[in-house]
């Protein structure tokens, strides 16, 4: 079983930065596979940025150069890092994990989720 809590969320203005945490409870942490999701009102879930068991990364075109993705195997801990944000990025943004080697951000493929933490930016 894995769980997932995520915070950092809040209020930004656009061109700022912010950092969102995942916190992980799973017996082998650097075994999943892991992704930021979000969801604005309205739109359906997009896939952000993923990391898979080997650290690759990935990004959604509308957030490259911009964000990043990270894991702390330590903490079993997962980080998505937001600079540039823009009005555009105001979502609720979840955390994901799915046990397989693919790591594509498809949210049907992921079996575990967060609670969302909620992202608004201001323009």
């Known amino acids: 079983q894995v769980q997932l809590v995520e915070s950092g969320g809040g209020s930004v203005q656009s061109g700022g930065s912010a950092r969102l945490s995942c916190a992980v409870s799973a017996h082998t942490f650097s075994d999943l596979c892991m992704a930021w999701f979000r969801q604005a009102p309205g739109k359906e879930r997009e896939g952000v940025a993923s990391?898979?068991?080997?650290?690759?990364?990935s990004y959604a075109d509308a957030v490259k150069g911009r964000f990043t993705i990270s894991q702390d195997n330590t903490k079993h801990t997962l980080y998505l890092q937001m600079n540039g944000l823009k009005p555009e990025d105001t979502a609720m943004y979840y955390c994901?994990?799915?046990?397989?080697?693919?790591?594509?951000?498809?949210?049907?493929?992921?079996?575990?989720w967060g609670q969302g933490t909620p992202v608004t930016v201001s323009p």
């Open positions: 990391i898979g068991r080997d650290g690759s990364t």
């Open positions: 994901a994990a799915r046990w397989r080697e693919s790591c594509a951000r498809v949210p049907e493929f992921f079996s575990y």
